[in-house]
Nanobody
Framework: VQLQASGGGLVQAGDSLRLSCAPS????????VGWFRQAPGKEREFVAA????????YYADSVKGRFTISRDNAKNMVYLQMNSLKPEDTAVYYC??????????????????WGQGTLVTVSS
């Protein structure tokens, strides 16, 4: 299943933005979902992940305390609430389905369903 991220845009430092993620034509099934981002000229990096139940969440140190991942299985949606945005948060953000064991939750190669992503630009 391919996942589609949306909600990106141009904001100023300190602003908030909420990204949304929905599967294309199917449900998330029992997958955990992760958010990754890739800034120009940089490698893709893990941002956050949430298990199917929503009971467990995982964050990169760089976003902990500022970003919140959540899911609404009834609506078949996953969200990434981003507060106190910084210019270094500028990147294309992707939501993807976790297909590996729990210990791989921060590893991009354990995910599938990479879509086009959504661009977040934070100006200083």
């Amino acid at each position: 299943v391919q996942l589609q991220a949306s909600g990106g845009g141009l904001v100023q430092a300190g602003d908030s933005l909420r990204l949304s993620c929905a599967p294309s034509g199917r449900t998330f099934s029992n997958n955990g979902v992760g958010w990754f981002r890739q800034a120009p000229g940089k490698e893709r990096e893990f941002v956050a992940a949430i298990r199917w139940s929503g009971s467990y969440t995982y964050y990169a140190d760089s976003v902990k305390g500022r970003f919140t991942i959540s899911r609404d299985n009834a609506k078949n949606m996953v969200y990434l609430q981003m507060n106190s945005l910084k210019p270094e948060d500028t990147a294309v953000y992707y939501c993807v389905a976790h297909r590996g064991i729990l210990s791989t939750v921060r590893i991009g190669t354990s995910y599938g369903g990479w879509g086009q992503g959504t661009l977040v630009t934070v100006s200083s």
